[in-house]
């Protein structure tokens, strides 16, 4: 089973990231970000992985280090669980609507990290959540993870739909990525023979 288990502590920050990539979408989310939890819930629901994640930081400055620390800490845990990369598809793409929001999320486990994130938001914020913080997320996890992913809402006028088709964009191609491929069952899926 691919599994692991992270802690990240620093001097803004307590945070512990459980997480099992061959699971069935159980997640349990303390982050003291109500917003951010919600969208948590997408990736494990509709990326089929058994996420558990509690995060203490200095909210009272404001949510910028606990988001971009749980992007690392999850990055970290993702590296840690994905093991050697043989027998995977290695890219998973998806389109996800929802109302009149769509969005598309393309990755690679290609062992190099790169974000690209096309998101005009209609809004600056979603209740008391600052917009501007999922970007952050996403850069400390493709740092961490070392994965390639290009994320673009294609289209939307409502910020929570759009942030929403966002993460069950990323969850649906996480899933896709992670599934075993039979006819690379034991090869690394790179010229190179590593990731």
């Known amino acids: 089973m691919r599994s692991a288990q992270i802690t990240r502590n620093t001097l803004e920050t307590q945070i ?5 990539l061959d ?4 997640a349990r989310f303390e982050t003291g970000l109500p917003f951010l939890d919600h969208m948590l819930d997408q990736i494990a629901r509709h990326g089929m ?6 995060a203490k930081g200095d909210l009272h ?34 389109y996800v609507p929802l109302d ?4 598309r999320a393309v990755l690679d486990i290609s062992g190099r990290p790169g974000l690209v994130f096309n998101v005009n938001f209609v809004r600056s914020s979603i209740g008391e959540f600052d917009v501007d913080l999922f970007h952050e997320f996403f850069q400390g996890f493709v740092n961490h993870a070392l994965v390639t992913l290009h994320i673009d809402n294609l289209a939307g006028n409502n ?4 942030a929403e088709t966002i993460f069950k964009a990323f969850g649906r191609a996480l899933r896709m990525a992670l599934e075993p491929d039979s006819r690379m069952a034991g090869i690394v899926p790179s010229t190179k023979g590593t990731l």
């Not at 404001?62 to 043989?86: M, P, R, S, W, Y």
């Not at 910020?159 to 759009?162: K, P, V």
Request: aromatic residues 4%; without cysteine.
């Open 23 to 26: 699971g069935t979408g159980i």
């Open 61 to 94: 400055i404001d949510a910028h280090h606990t988001v971009e620390d749980i992007g690392i800490a999850l990055g970290q845990a993702f590296n840690q669980a994905i093991g050697d990369k043989k027998g995977l598809r290695r890219y998973g793409h998806a």
């Open 100 to 103: 009149e929001a769509l969005s």
């Open 16 to 20: 512990s990231v459980k997480l099992v």
């Open 159 to 162: 910020a929570h739909h759009q």
């Open 49 to 54: 992985i058994n996420l558990d994640i509690v």
